[in-house]
């Protein structure tokens, strides 16, 4: 199979898994919406499993320098929370958002770890990327605290926009993401 090949398996999978979880979905079903041979997918990938894993890791980090390139290009605090926060509104508009893939992983695969352990990297990665910007003008206690909140009102308007299929949450979660910082500027908040 060819990388291209190979990578159309994997995005093919990816949209295959955010619209229909996991479990639903088989590796016939992956397979003819592929185009792929049974032979040539399975030279590829051990197994669904090891698809789902290749899937995961993949989405993980083009999300997590996705991200992070958007947070670079903005001076200020505030600017790169609120381009957290449109980013997520970005996805939330778009016609591939069917909810959280890394949420739904653990979700579906509460016991094996290894796929579990891919979705809860993601967002420890998340969490710490918006950590560390935070760090640069509270204290690590309090900056930590203050990611943990904005990890939970991203996970919020993402539940919340899937459930009522409305972008609008990404802009309520960040208003009170900025009212958050703004009360917390120069406090410690442990």
């Known amino acids: 199979m060819s990388v291209s090949k190979k990578q159309h398996v994997v995005d093919t999978a990816t949209s295959l898994f955010s619209q229909h979880g996991f479990h639903p ?6 397979i003819e919406a592929s185009g792929v041979a049974r032979m040539t ?12 894993k290749t899937v995961l890791t993949q989405r993980s980090s083009h999300l997590i320098e996705q991200l992070k390139t958007r947070m670079d290009e903005k001076p200020s605090l505030e600017e790169k929370i609120i381009s957290i926060f449109d980013w997520r509104g970005q996805w939330f508009c778009s016609t591939s958002f069917a909810g959280c893939l890394f949420g739904r992983a653990v979700g579906e695969y509460p016991e094996h770890s290894d796929i579990r352990e891919i979705a809860l990297d993601y967002k420890h990665k998340l969490h ?3 950590e560390h910007e935070l760090a640069r003008h509270h204290t690590p206690d309090t900056a930590n605290t203050l ?9 919020g308007a993402t539940v919340n926009a899937q459930a009522f299929s409305k972008s609008h949450f990404a802009g309520d979660a960040c208003d009170a993401a900025l009212m958050l910082l703004r009360f917390n500027m120069g406090k410690q908040i442990r």
Do not use: P, S
Not at 25 to 30: A, F, K, N, P, Y
Not at 41 to 52: A, S
């Open 147 to 155: 990611a943990t909140y904005i990890m939970m009102l991203l996970d």
């Open 25 to 30: 979905v088989g590796v016939d079903w992956i």
């Open 41 to 52: 997918m399975y030279r590829n990938f051990n197994g669904k499993e090891d698809l789902v």
């Open 128 to 130: 710490a990327l918006v």
